[in-house]
């Protein structure tokens, strides 16, 4: 794995150094392009409009898509159009986050005012990993096994997705809307709880094939949409990593079959924008290659699914993860995650990660492995 990896960062440095030392395609003959596939833009968590506004005409030639990322902006009508027209007339697609369902009437008059270009709200981020990670705000506070703790956490988010007073649901709710959120645990869940997109998090020191391994196969199953953000290396300035380590990021999500990626863009007060020149130009080359190398269309071909026990959360981020934020790694969790390792050894950005809760056997993968040794081919 450590060699494929190596040959991989090899030849993205070197497609790198070519764009920079050649610089083919301008950033002029983009023309924003319709995207069916593939959406890449930023996610901006601050409300400094003329900022916004600034970073939207610095890399409007080379995205196609925007989330607006902060609250001061979504639930505030005359900075949320100022922003919408200024995409809008840019040409670029774009998502609105939210966590109130009182200011989704705004969300809906963007449906009416901007059609096709609105591509639905991000509401709420990180369920899953609220959940194993966070004492004071879990989903599940308590279950008597994982089945419970599953059975749980999938109904209170989606009664989360669908409010209620008594028998009256909010008009319009979460739900009536096309659902992202970001995570970066229990993808499975997120989309059994009724989201539609879930962004994995490539961020920290986390393994970014274990991520794209998870929410892809559960996109795959659910047959959902998936995407990725990447988010701070560090929790200080300068947050993101190098020029470099980003464009590595947006090579791997993108030929891991992303169909969204975004890049974070703010501090850790949410008032100001961490982009630095180096990132745009990692974007704009990024941008050139995809115009460059279109992505294949057996991006899905011989896939193996690894195929998890029923229900069981586990956070996968090393031996003293939690299951479900509830119970401690205990023998089974360290057995299941040495199975898994080696399995993300054999077959690489192949292996997509599933859960056997009612499984069935169909054509989106060529072999299934089982938790308990058994192997099937279809």
Known sequence: MKAKYNAMLLASILVFSMFLTYGFLTTEEKGNEDFSDFFVGIDVAYDDLDAIKRLIDEVSNYTNLFLIGSTGISQNSTKLDAVCHHLSQKGLYFIVYNEIPQFLYLMEELQDKCGEKFLGVEYEDEMGGVQLDHLDYKVVVQADNYSDAASQFVERVNFYLNPRLGPIEFDPKPSDFHLFTADYALYWFDYKAGYDVVLAEFGWNYSRQLNVALCRGAATVQNKDWGVIITWTYDQPPYLGSGAELYDDLIYAYRSGAKYVLIFDSN????????????????????????????????????????????FGYGFRGPEDWIWGLWEANDFSYEISEKLGRALEQYGTKLDIIYENGLELNGNYSRYVFWNGTILAT
Do not use: C, K, M
């Not at 630095?276 to 193996?304: G, I, K």
């Open 268 to 311: 850790e007060e949410y008032s100001e924008g961490i982009l630095s020149q180096e990132h745009f130009d990692a974007l704009r080359h990024f941008w050139e290659y995809v115009q460059v190398f279109p992505r294949e269309n057996d991006v899905n071909r011989d896939r193996v699914a690894y195929v998890l026990p029923p229900d």
